[in-house]
């Protein structure tokens, strides 16, 4: 990563096939601005301000006769495009496709991990590991018997719908499976960026705080299933069960709340109803 | 930091669409409740556009203010959060605008022979983004 700037030239996503041990380098979209010359520019422009009713940031002074292009274009479409793309080829394969978010640490991995051990007879899972570093998370979610590829962003917050299509292309899902993305651990960045799922499944952990929803409307509100995860701890913590569940429908009223346990299992019974239904709704509607 | 991401798909958009000539001003729209930081996109965006056509470009943000209409009550109001209930109460609420993350447009520099000569160089290490990843 770039110390001046903060951008990530080089520090481009990698996808990683735990089964073939298949390293693809994903170039990141970056307009790859030569990066000898960060330090003369960083001092070139000021913002200044003139009486404009919006932020403004000018540096240039010169008059000459210009044209103006209407564009109103959205930044992420070509994203959004991509994941419409993905969310076709789902539908078009009756595949269910989940994307987990949360913080880090609110236990995504031993969800999934459980999961897959408890109801990998019933669903065939693949896994998408998202994190900007390391194959660990891809180790154990291997460990637990489900094919998985893992996607590390280098610098990036967030997966994106391309990299997911090219996880897509190692991880080959079968006919009618289920594919768990899991985000990298963020609860701002994931929000923005649509990857073709059928859903978004929020988790948050009562060691968090009983107000991480309204800290973080974006991605409450953009999820249709919030599970509350380490219930088992409860007894150990000051958590007002109610203000957390009153957070999330402040946000988000209509989305489905479920208080689980990835460790002794609490609650995960819902859980699995719950992607049973979805798969169910996923298939019926490749056919509506 | 999604605000990086986002820059440089403001950046190669325009630079695409502009076909290499060299670029003035972009206008960015952005509504209150977008979900990024329009400093952080002011902070990248010098950096990004370097060595593209848009090197040395003016960005202009204009900030829309969130609208919503109440179903209940039938209200319009400004929303200052994105879970703001309206007036009389009530959440069931129709989001009219506040969440845009568009370029409404761009500004050509005419006259190609009085734009920076690092433009002209810098363009030639440009590609359109979608030579790039595919």
Known sequence: MCES???SEGAKATVINLQTGAKTEIAGDSAGHPHSQHHRHAHDHHPHNHDHPHDHHAHVHDHEPRTTVQLGQAVLRKNDELAAH?????AGREILALNLVSS???GKTTLLERTIRECGALHAFSIIEGDQATVNDGERIRAAGAPVVQINTGTGCHLEADMVTRALKELAPAFGSVVMIENVGNLVCPALFDLGERAKVAIVSVTEGED?????????RASNLVLLNKIDLLPYLRFDIDLCLECIRRVNPSAGILQVSATTGE??????????????SARDAAFA | M??????????AIVAEHAKGRPVARVVLEVGRHAGVMTDAILFCFDVVAEGTPLQGALLEIWRIEARARCRTCGTEFTRDTLFSACGCGSLDIERLAGEELRIKEYELRADVKTAPAQSLGGAAHWRPASARRT
């Open chain 1, 104 to 106: 880090p640490g609110a």
């Open chain 1, 86 to 90: 993905n969310r076709a080829w789902f």
């Open chain 1, 5 to 7: 700037c903060g951008c």
């Open chain 2, 2 to 11: 999604h605000e990086l991401s986002i820059t440089q798909n403001i950046v």
């Open chain 1, 267 to 280: 609650g995960l019974e819902h859980w699995y109803a719950w992607i049973d239904e979805q798969k169910k």
């Open chain 1, 212 to 220: 991480k929803a309204i800290k973080y409307p974006h991605m409450f």
